[in-house]
């Protein structure tokens, strides 16, 4: 069988770069964006945080009181998760493009399997469009890591972080891995690193030189055998594609306009497309996100939750409807506009407009 080639394509900073790009006079400063608990009082901690914030050792996890302490200019900025996940959805569409074959595995990052699309000797070329049309389309930068599998992509990207790639041929896999240590192996967590260093094991070429056996005595079947393997860069799982989480499209005006009318003009037909997506696979919603990007290209988002799971045409439209109004009053000039529904579950009734 011909090599694999799967890429692993991971947001640089990404909430924080949204923010960014969302707010010029961030640009170049240390930014944080904290996430807080909902419960009263809690302190927040840092979710993401910009290259410029790292440099004093602000890091994802930390409390926002300490990060402080570490870089008192950072600038803290409270999260708006249902704006991230619109453009979420936005860059998976985009990378989308690059192939079907695609897995979603957190709200930054991707799999992609090119193997049919490109090849090792033109694969700078095609990371080079893919991360062009992600700048582009979306104004963020991303990182890529190339190899024959899952685990070597992954491992690849986070390597010339941020807006870098790196790619590892078939043929240079064994001498990537050889200059790791056993914790930086995908796969191996805090726990199992510690496991593994009181057993004398400290480099992935430590970890070669234990026997299948070994490995499944110490760690049981399923783990032991996949360090066995991914320490010497065999992995054969698949990149499958998942059921979707949220159903959106966008849409733009034929011109940027203040006006209600133009932006209901444009957005006419977008609930009906999207809930036969939705229909398609049988589903219902519960949330309605509305996606705004206005003439200076900054996104704006609007979520309303619903009491209840529904897949009915004409709540959407009203709730949109109203959504839109509220949204231009605010004074607005608008260049796309989109919908986007998830909470997703599975229908509630038999029969909805699209049962026919
Ligand atoms: P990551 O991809 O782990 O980190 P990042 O994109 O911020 O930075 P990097 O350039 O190193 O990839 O996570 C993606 C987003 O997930 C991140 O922007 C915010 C969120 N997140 C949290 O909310 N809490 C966390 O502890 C982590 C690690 C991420
Ligand atoms: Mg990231
Ligand atoms: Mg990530």
């Not at 694999?4 to 640089?12: A, C, F, G, P």
Request: charge should be positive; aromatic fraction near 6%; glycine fraction near 8%.
């Amino acid at each position: 069988m011909a090599d694999r080639i799967v890429l692993h394509v991971d947001m640089d900073y990404f909430f924080a770069q949204i923010e960014e790009r969302e707010d010029r006079a961030l640009s170049g400063i240390p930014v944080a964006v904290c996430i807080f608990s909902g419960r009263e009082n809690s302190l927040g901690a840092v979710g993401a945080c910009n290259y410029e914030a790292r440099r004093y050792g602000v890091k994802s996890g930390m409390a926002c009181s300490i990060a402080k302490k570490k870089c008192p200019e950072l600038r803290m900025i409270a999260a708006r998760k249902d704006h991230y996940l619109a453009v979420s959805e936005s860059v998976m569409e985009t990378i989308r493009g690059f192939s079907e074959q695609m897995e979603q595995v957190s709200v930054d990052e991707a799999y992609l399997d090119v193997s049919g699309k490109t090849t090792y000797p033109a694969l700078e070329g095609y990371i080079g469009s893919l991360k062009r049309a992600v700048l582009e389309s979306q104004r963020l930068t991303c990182s890529v890591g190339a190899g024959p599998n899952k685990i070597i992509a992954k491992m690849a990207s986070s390597i010339n972080k941020p807006d870098g790639h790196m790619i590892v041929l078939p043929s240079e896999v064994e001498g990537f891995l050889s200059g790791k240590s056993a914790s930086e192996l995908f796969g191996v967590g805090e726990k199992t690193a510690e496991r593994l260093d009181a057993m004398g094991v400290k480099t992935v070429i430590d970890l070669r030189r234990m026997s299948r056996e070994e490995l499944v005595n110490a760690f049981g079947n399923a783990k032991g055998a996949m360090l066995y393997w991914s320490s010497r860069g065999i992995d054969d799982s698949p990149v499958s594609p998942r059921k979707k989480e949220q159903y959106g499209r966008l849409r733009s005006l034929p011109r940027e306009s203040p006006l209600l009318a133009d932006v209901k003009l444009a957005f006419s037909g977008l609930p009906e497309d999207v809930l036969r997506l939705l229909a398609r696979d049988g589903r219902s919603f519960r949330k309605i996100t509305l996606i705004f990007v206005l003439n200076d290209m900054t996104m704006r988002t609007k979520t309303r939750t619903m009491a209840s799971p529904t897949s009915d045409v004409n709540t959407l439209k009203k709730t949109s409807d109203d959504m839109i109004s509220e949204f231009m009053s605010e004074g607005r000039i608008v260049r796309r506009v989109g919908l986007s529904v998830s909470g997703l579950s599975a229908p509630t009734g038999q029969r909805t407009l699209f049962d026919f």
